[in-house]
C-alpha cells in the first residue's frame, strides 16, 4: 500500500519561499502526483501535478510563475517549490497520487492522499 507524507510547511512572510515535500513509500501504478491546498472554508484546490513517466507538469493559474513541482525518482520524492508567496496561499498542502495519463488538477480523481502540512503567509 503506498504512502504519502508531507513536510516542509511553515510561517513565512509574503514575498517569501518554502519547500515542500511529499515522500513516496510502497509500490504504486499510480503515474500522477500532485500538490493540492485547502484553506478554512474553502474547496480543495489543485495547486500542481506531475507525471512520474512523462515529466509533463501542470499548473493552476493562480500559481504559475510562483511555484514549481519536481519529482527525485531515485529517492521517490515530490516537491513543491514555491515563491513570492501571499497571504492568499495560506492553506493546508497535500500530495496525492492518481492513475491515468492526464494528471488533472481536479482532486477527484486522486484516490490517496498524505496528511498534510500546513503553509501559512503572513502580509
Known amino acids: 500500500q503506498v504512502q504519502l507524507v508531507e513536510s516542509g510547511g511553515g510561517s513565512v512572510q509574503a514575498g517569501g519561499s518554502l519547500r515542500l515535500s511529499c515522500a513516496v513509500s510502497g509500490y504504486t501504478t499510480r503515474r500522477c502526483l500532485g500538490w493540492f491546498r485547502q484553506a478554512p472554508g474553502k474547496k480543495r484546490e489543485g495547486v500542481a501535478t506531475i507525471h512520474t513517466s512523462s515529466g509533463r507538469s501542470s499548473y493552476a493559474e493562480s500559481v504559475k510563475g510562483r511555484f514549481t513541482i519536481s519529482r527525485d525518482n531515485a529517492d521517490n520524492t515530490l516537491y513543491l517549490q514555491t515563491d513570492s508567496l501571499k497571504p492568499e496561499d495560506t492553506a493546508m498542502y497535500y500530495c496525492?497520487?492518481?492513475?491515468?495519463?492526464?494528471?488533472?488538477?481536479?482532486?477527484?480523481?486522486?484516490?490517496?492522499w498524505g496528511q498534510g502540512t500546513q503553509v501559512t503567509v503572513s502580509s
Open positions: 496525492a497520487a492518481a492513475f491515468g495519463s492526464s494528471c488533472p488538477l481536479d482532486p477527484n480523481p486522486y484516490g490517496i
